[in-house]
C-alpha cells in the first residue's frame, strides 16, 4: 500500500499554521534556519509554495505564481490562508492520479510523488518556523519515518552548491532523534542557532 503522503502532508501543513497562529508582529523580524531569511520571509516562501503546488495540482504551469508573494498587512493571517488554500487543493478526489507541473523544478511529477515534495518541505518548514519562535514542533513518529523516508531521496553533494538549491549540503549528525536526523540531511544543524 502505497504512502498516504496527502494525509501527512496535511499533518505538517496543520503543524505549520499551529505555529504560525502564535507568531506576533515582533517575531517577523526574527532569524530562521532557513537560508538568510527572517520569519517574514520564510512565510513569503512558504505562503507562495502552498499556492504553487496548489495550482500544479490542477495542472496549472503559470511562472508568475512561483513569484515571492507579499503578504500584505496580516502576514500570518495571509499564511494560514495559502495553507488552508493547498489544503483544500491536494483534498480533492484523485489529485494523487494527477501530473503536477512544477515551474520551479522545471517538470511534471506524478501527484503522489509531488506531494511528498511538498511533504518535506513542510516538515522541515515546521521546524524552522518552531525554531524562529523558540519552541519546537512534535509530529507522530509515522509521519517522521515517512518524512526520513522522502529525505533519503533528496540528492546530496554538487546539486546542494548550486545557487537557489532547495536544500543546503548535508551536515553530520549522529543523534538519536529523528527529527534532527532530517533536517541535518537538508541540511540544518539541529544544534541551531548556537
Known amino acids: 500500500m502505497p504512502t498516504d503522503y496527502v494525509s501527512l502532508d496535511a499533518d505538517a501543513v496543520r503543524a505549520s499554521i499551529d505555529l504560525v497562529a502564535r507568531a506576533t508582529s515582533d517575531d517577523l523580524s526574527k532569524p530562521t534556519p532557513c537560508r538568510a531569511w527572517t ?3 520564510l512565510l513569503a ?35 494560514i490562508t495559502s495553507a488552508e488554500h493547498v489544503l483544500a487543493a491536494f483534498a480533492e478526489d484523485g489529485v494523487t492520479e494527477r501530473q503536477f507541473p512544477l515551474h520551479e523544478f522545471g517538470a511534471s ?11 518535506i518541505d513542510y516538515v522541515v518548514h515546521s521546524w524552522d518556523v ?6 519546537t514542533v512534535t509530529f507522530a513518529p509515522d509521519l517522521l519515518e515517512a518524512a526520513h523516508t522522502v529525505a533519503q531521496i ?6 546542494r552548491l548550486t545557487p537557489g538549491a532547495a536544500f543546503a549540503p548535508d551536515i553530520t549528525w549522529s543523534g538519536d532523534d529523528r527529527l534532527d536526523q532530517i533536517v541535518a540531511h ?9
Open 39 to 41: 520569519l517574514y520571509g
Open 109 to 119: 511529477f506524478p501527484g503522489h510523488q509531488a506531494i511528498s515534495f511538498h511533504f
Open 154 to 159: 533528496v540528492p546530496t553533494g554538487e546539486p
Open 130 to 135: 518552531a525554531k524562529a519562535l523558540g519552541t
Open 45 to 79: 516562501h512558504m505562503a507562495t509554495q502552498h499556492y504553487g503546488f496548489a495550482a500544479a495540482s490542477r495542472g496549472e504551469d503559470n511562472a508568475a505564481i512561483w513569484k515571492l508573494r507579499d503578504l500584505g498587512d496580516d502576514p500570518v493571517k495571509a499564511y
Open 186 to 194: 537538508l541540511g540544518r544543524s539541529p544544534h541551531w542557532p548556537a
